[in-house]
């Protein structure tokens, strides 16, 4: 199984920015995903989850509104839209299967993790 987290970069405080994950190996539909984060000195941080149809998402607070998550099951591939981006943003976002189709929000319950992409944002 792969999760290929991409298209982190540098940019400025009130940038977009488009994350893309494209996983092999597991049956995609099946699976809700999810987005998470980790800032230098931080604990992994839940940042959005989509439920195996995409009818269903969630969001961590601080990116409520601001960030959006969508998945291409053809492609078995998902996204992590991010709008107005702040300097607390950055971070390594990680990609990540859950156990089934049920977004854990919870890290230790992720069946499957991707590499991360680093984001940073500055000011």
């Known amino acids: 199984v792969q999760l290929q987290a991409s298209g982190g970069g540098l940019v400025q405080a009130g940038d977009s920015l488009r994350l893309s994950c494209a996983t092999s190996?597991?049956?995609?539909?099946?699976?809700?995903m999810e987005w998470f984060r980790q800032a230098p000195g931080k604990e992994r941080e839940f940042v959005a989850g989509?439920?195996?149809?995409?009818?269903?998402?969630s969001y961590g607070d601080s990116v409520k509104g601001r960030f959006t998550i969508s998945r291409d099951n053809a492609k078995s591939t998902v996204y992590l839209q991010m709008y107005s981006l702040k300097p607390e943003d950055t971070a390594v976002y990680y990609c990540?299967?859950?156990?089934?189709?049920?977004?854990?929000?919870?890290?230790?319950?992720?069946?499957?993790w991707g590499n991360g992409t680093l984001v940073t944002v500055s000011s």
């Open positions: 989509i439920r195996s149809r995409g009818t269903s998402t």
């Open positions: 990540a299967a859950a156990a089934g189709d049920i977004v854990s929000r919870d890290s230790i319950t992720i069946r499957y």
């Open positions: 190996g597991l049956t995609f539909m099946y699976y809700a």
